[in-house]
């Protein structure tokens, strides 16, 4: 409401200026910065007397040096600056639509009445009610592509803030006014896909989990492929890294290689990792002669780890210098690793005919086997479910659902008009767009895209031609924004200038809205390591908190009651938690953290929003306006501050594309909220500040509702 204000005392400017001859200009309005005072603006004086005074400072500083010619054209300026302001002042403060108009220093400032502006605030906030901050509309569809899970993978704690990015940003667009097509863009088919179904067919064929555990059952088998078919490496990435940053075991090498014979009698890869270890050198997967060869060695080094181990912990009880403490650490970091790769070292020597068995997997599918594209349905369904569950709960709805299966043959097309249309060429055997040099940059920026294999397979770059062609053509979107993760900011740059290149003009208004990973407290997460934390886990963990903690605040609540707020607590601490950072900073998120009463957290704005139902249940009626708002306290006008920036902020999230902005709004309110009612008594204060203060709640209980729905977070009138 402020950004409306100062519109209009910039009209009013206008006004006054053309009666004044000065003429209609461009204002600029700035809020004065004065805490407690309302109001705006502007140095339209400064520009005026510039202009007047030009030629003749420019005849008057001839001669003169240039720090006595700047100093003469600033008290020059300043004067005439100052003259023109208190002529405007004089001419606005004769009409009376402001508290005050003030001349200071060649600024003109215009004070808003605060009695007025604040009783504008607060009806605008009641007449409205949950289209308070509502802007009016734009004119343009946007569609916002977001989610973008796999199939035949684990919905895991990491997807939830994609899923609470998109879903935010899509509710802010909407109010802002746009017309807004949420999409997701399901990744069912692909190396992942077929990586977890040969290992179905292979390990798992014919069984078959409980309905309600398919979903997460495929993620575990997936993971469990990931771990076959990287085994090799995993297990030489451990040796490699031991031998480049373990003194120790490469002092040993030579002790534990003769061991080694003399136990096994191995000949050639003795040699091999000999040379390799003790001279730094990277040791390969596929350099060994005997297939048993890691495997005889691989209790060798477990013993030589356990050594090492029990050396270093002893040597830290004794001594508790960091250095020692982190030799301790690494140790059993690489020691878990080495126990995790043992319990599975029958594994070694069929990595390459599992490879082997994948590659032939693809095959069937590329050649649409009838029973494989039937598992392939079959699974997948068990997939959506899932998600459709998952998205459900968060309150998440799609208008529009892409599969990456849908847009191959379309992406193959595609690539043939580039080609034909000399977009994209022939290089090294691969269809490829060398962007920068048709887009004439001198220096590398968008570098060279590939856009199908060789061999005629698609890759993602293919299907997400074809993707956003769709979007343009088939649902006319004005602009297109992607929320994906920040290591795909150039290939998503890439896609855009394909695009561009091809003709496209909404390409202009594409973006990518990247953001940064998910950890917890304990670290990264990794599906080869199997420490993945899925969605479910921790949703249940929080519910579970949630309702403890609903438990202890309010005992008396009734049980389906206490269930239900629990569960507006519990999301929507899972929902800010993914929002109250910014973005591009990575989330260490924590259970305790997301689900406190007192800090920057959802339940402490929820709460701020359940007290003011709590005080405004104890009235019939809430009183009608105008209300007697002359002489408020601090709090009251910071209060009203807060609340009349919602429907600007509204705009500012939109046009940033910045969710975090609404989250960073909802927690100022409901801070300044609390300061009010701490020190602002509501219910016995006397009349007329009696129904001045419940309409202050009252607006604020709208505010934060709305506030919050655009995060996608419920607003409890109970906790």
């Given at each position: 409401?402020?950004?409306?204000?100062?519109?209009?005392a910039?009209?009013?400017?206008?006004?006054?200026?053309?009666?004044?001859?000065?003429?209609?200009?461009?204002?600029?309005?700035?809020?004065?910065?004065?805490?407690?005072?309302?109001?705006?603006?502007?140095t339209?004086?400064?520009?005026i007397?510039?202009?007047?005074l030009?030629?003749?400072?420019?005849?008057?500083?001839?001669?003169?040096?240039?720090?006595?010619?700047?100093?003469?054209v600033?008290?020059?300026?300043?004067?005439r600056?100052q003259?023109?302001a208190?002529?405007?002042?004089?001419?606005?403060?004769a009409?009376?639509?402001?508290?005050?108009?003030e001349?200071?220093?060649?600024?003109?400032?215009?004070?808003y009445?605060?009695?007025?502006?604040?009783?504008?605030?607060?009806?605008?906030?009641?007449?409205?009610?949950?289209?308070?901050?509502?802007?009016a509309?734009?004119?343009?569809?946007?569609?916002?592509?977001?989610?973008?899970?796999?199939?035949?993978?684990?919905?895991?704690?990491?997807?939830?803030?994609?899923?609470?990015?998109?879903?935010?940003?899509?509710?802010i667009?909407?109010?802002?006014?746009?017309?807004?097509?949420?999409a997701?863009?399901i990744?069912?088919?692909?190396?992942?896909?077929?990586?977890?179904?040969?290992?179905?067919?292979?390990?798992h064929?014919?069984?078959?989990?409980p309905?309600?555990?398919?979903?997460?059952?495929?993620?575990?088998?997936?993971?469990?492929?990931?771990?076959?078919?990287s085994?090799?490496?995993?297990?030489?990435?451990l040796?490699?890294?031991?031998?480049?940053?373990?003194?120790?075991?490469?002092?040993?090498?030579?002790?534990?290689?003769k061991?080694?014979?003399?136990?096994?009698?191995?000949?050639?890869?003795?040699?091999?990792l000999?040379g390799?270890?003790?001279?730094?050198?990277?040791?390969?997967p596929?350099?060994?002669?005997?297939?048993?060869?890691?495997?005889?060695?691989?209790?060798?080094?477990?013993?030589?780890?356990?050594?090492?181990l029990a050396?270093?912990?002893?040597?830290?009880?004794q001594?508790?210098?960091?250095?020692?403490?982190?030799?301790?650490?690494?140790?059993?970091?690489?020691y878990?690793?080495?126990?995790?790769?043992?319990?599975?070292?029958?594994?070694?020597?069929?990595?390459?005919?599992?490879?082997?068995?994948?590659?032939?997997?693809?095959?069937?599918?590329?050649?649409?086997?009838?029973?494989?594209?039937?598992?392939?349905?079959?699974?997948?369904?068990?997939?959506?479910?899932?998600?459709?569950?998952?998205?459900?709960?968060?309150?998440?709805?799609?208008?529009?659902?892409?599969?990456?299966?849908?847009v191959?043959e379309?992406?193959?097309?595609?690539?043939r008009?580039?080609?034909?249309?000399?977009?994209?060429?022939?290089?090294?055997?691969?269809?490829v767009?060398?962007?920068?040099?048709?887009?004439?940059?001198e220096?590398?920026?968008?570098?060279?895209?590939?856009?199908?294999?060789?061999?005629?397979?698609?890759?993602?770059?293919?299907?997400?031609?074809?993707?956003?062609?769709?979007?343009?053509?088939?649902?006319h979107?004005?602009?297109?924004?992607?929320?994906?993760?920040?290591?795909?900011?150039?290939y998503?740059?890439q896609?855009?200038?394909?695009?561009?290149?091809?003709?496209?003009?909404?390409?202009?208004?594409?973006?990518?809205?990247a953001?940064?990973?998910?950890?917890?407290?304990s670290?990264a997460?990794?599906?080869?390591?199997g420490n993945?934390v899925l969605?479910?886990?921790v949703?249940?963990?929080?519910?579970?908190?949630?309702?403890?903690?609903?438990?202890?605040?309010?005992?008396?609540?009734?049980?389906?009651?206490?269930?239900?707020?629990?569960?507006?607590?519990?999301?929507?601490?899972?929902?800010?938690?993914?929002?109250?950072?910014?973005?591009?900073?990575?989330i260490?998120?924590?259970?305790?953290?997301?689900?406190?009463?007192?800090?920057?957290?959802?339940?402490?704005?929820?709460?701020?929003?359940?007290?003011?139902?709590?005080?405004l249940?104890?009235?019939?009626?809430?009183?009608e306006?105008?209300?007697?708002?002359?002489?408020?306290?601090?709090e009251?006008?910071?209060l009203?501050?807060?609340?009349?920036?919602?429907?600007?902020e509204?705009?500012?999230?939109?046009?940033?594309?910045?969710?975090?902005?609404?989250?960073?709004?909802?927690?100022?309110?409901?801070?300044?909220?609390?300061?009010?009612?701490?020190?602002c008594?509501?219910?016995?204060?006397?009349?007329?500040?009696?129904?001045?203060?419940?309409a202050?709640?009252?607006a604020?209980?709208?505010?934060?509702?709305?506030?919050?729905?655009?995060?996608g977070?419920?607003?409890p009138?109970?906790?």
């Amino acid at each position: 409401m402020f950004k409306r204000e100062a519109e209009r005392a910039a009209e009013l400017i206008n006004t006054a200026l053309e009666a004044l001859g000065y003429g209609r200009r461009a204002l600029e309005m700035r809020p004065i910065p004065f805490p407690g005072v309302w109001g705006t603006s502007t140095t339209v004086c400064y520009q005026i007397a510039n202009e007047q005074l030009a030629e003749e400072l420019e005849a008057a500083t001839v001669g003169l040096s240039k720090k006595e010619a700047k100093r003469l054209v600033q008290e020059r300026v300043r004067e005439r600056a100052q003259a023109i302001a208190e002529e405007l002042a004089t001419w606005l403060s004769a009409r009376g639509d402001f508290a005050r108009v003030e001349a200071v220093n060649g600024y003109l400032n215009i004070v808003y009445d605060t009695a007025r502006f604040a009783n504008e605030v607060l009806r605008a906030v009641l007449a409205a009610g949950p289209d308070y901050g509502r802007g009016a509309p734009r004119g343009e569809r946007v569609m916002v592509e977001y989610s973008q899970p796999n199939t035949h993978k684990a919905f895991h704690v990491g997807h939830l803030r994609n899923v609470c990015l998109g879903n935010a940003l899509s509710r802010i667009l909407r109010f802002a006014g746009f017309d807004v097509l949420e999409a997701n863009y399901i990744g069912d088919i692909g190396l992942h896909v077929i990586k977890c179904l040969w290992c179905y067919l292979r390990f798992h064929r014919g069984e078959e989990p409980p309905r309600e555990q398919r979903g997460r059952w495929l993620g575990e088998i997936y993971a469990e492929a990931d771990r076959r078919l990287s085994y090799r490496q995993d297990v030489v990435e451990l040796l490699n890294e031991l031998a480049q940053a373990d003194p120790v075991f490469v002092q040993a090498i030579d002790r534990m290689l003769k061991e080694l014979w003399r136990e096994h009698k191995v000949g050639e890869d003795i040699a091999y990792l000999l040379g390799q270890i003790a001279h730094g050198r990277e040791i390969k997967p596929d350099a060994f002669y005997d297939e048993q060869t890691i495997v005889k060695f691989w209790p060798i080094v477990g013993r030589q780890l356990e050594h090492e181990l029990a050396e270093a912990r002893a040597a830290a009880e004794q001594d508790r210098e960091d250095k020692t403490i982190q030799r301790v650490r690494q140790l059993e970091e690489w020691y878990e690793r080495w126990r995790r790769l043992a319990a599975t070292l029958d594994w070694w020597p069929h990595v390459p005919q599992w490879e082997r068995e994948v590659r032939e997997t693809f095959q069937r599918w590329e050649r649409k086997d009838p029973e494989f594209v039937q598992l392939w349905e079959e699974t997948r369904a068990w997939s959506m479910e899932e998600f459709y569950r998952i998205y459900d709960e968060l309150d998440v709805h799609f208008d529009v659902w892409f599969f990456e299966s849908e847009v191959e043959e379309e992406g193959r097309q595609i690539v043939r008009e580039l080609l034909e249309r000399g977009i994209a060429e022939i290089s090294d055997g691969l269809p490829v767009v060398k962007i920068d040099e048709k887009l004439g940059l001198e220096k590398e920026t968008y570098r060279t895209l590939p856009i199908l294999r060789s061999d005629g397979t698609t890759l993602y770059s293919t299907k997400d031609l074809a993707l956003t062609k769709r979007k343009f053509e088939q649902y006319h979107v004005d602009r297109a924004i992607w929320v994906v993760d920040v290591r795909q900011t150039l290939y998503l740059q890439q896609i855009f200038k394909v695009m561009e290149l091809w003709g496209f003009q909404q390409a202009s208004k594409c973006y990518h809205l990247a953001y940064e990973t998910v950890m917890l407290p304990s670290g990264a997460m990794s599906s080869r390591l199997g420490n993945v934390v899925l969605y479910e886990d921790v949703a249940r963990q929080v519910l579970e908190r949630a309702l403890e903690i609903i438990e202890e605040k309010n005992p008396s609540l009734p049980p389906d009651t206490k269930a239900a707020v629990a569960r507006q607590v519990g999301l929507g601490s899972l929902k800010y938690g993914m929002l109250s950072r910014d973005n591009n900073r990575v989330i260490v998120f924590d259970i305790e953290e997301a689900l406190s009463f007192e800090g920057h957290a959802a339940p402490y704005i929820q709460y701020a929003h359940a007290r003011a139902c709590r005080i405004l249940e104890k009235v019939d009626a809430l009183p009608e306006g105008p209300y007697a708002l002359e002489d408020l306290t601090r709090e009251e006008i910071d209060l009203i501050e807060q609340i009349a920036l919602f429907p600007d902020e509204v705009q500012r999230a939109a046009d940033e594309y910045k969710p975090l902005v609404i989250a960073n709004f909802v927690y100022e309110l409901a801070k300044r909220f609390n300061e009010f009612y701490r020190v602002c008594p509501v219910l016995q204060a006397p009349e007329p500040q009696r129904s001045a203060r419940l309409a202050m709640v009252a607006a604020v209980r709208q505010t934060l509702a709305n506030g919050l729905a655009l995060l996608g977070i419920a607003a409890p009138e109970v906790m």
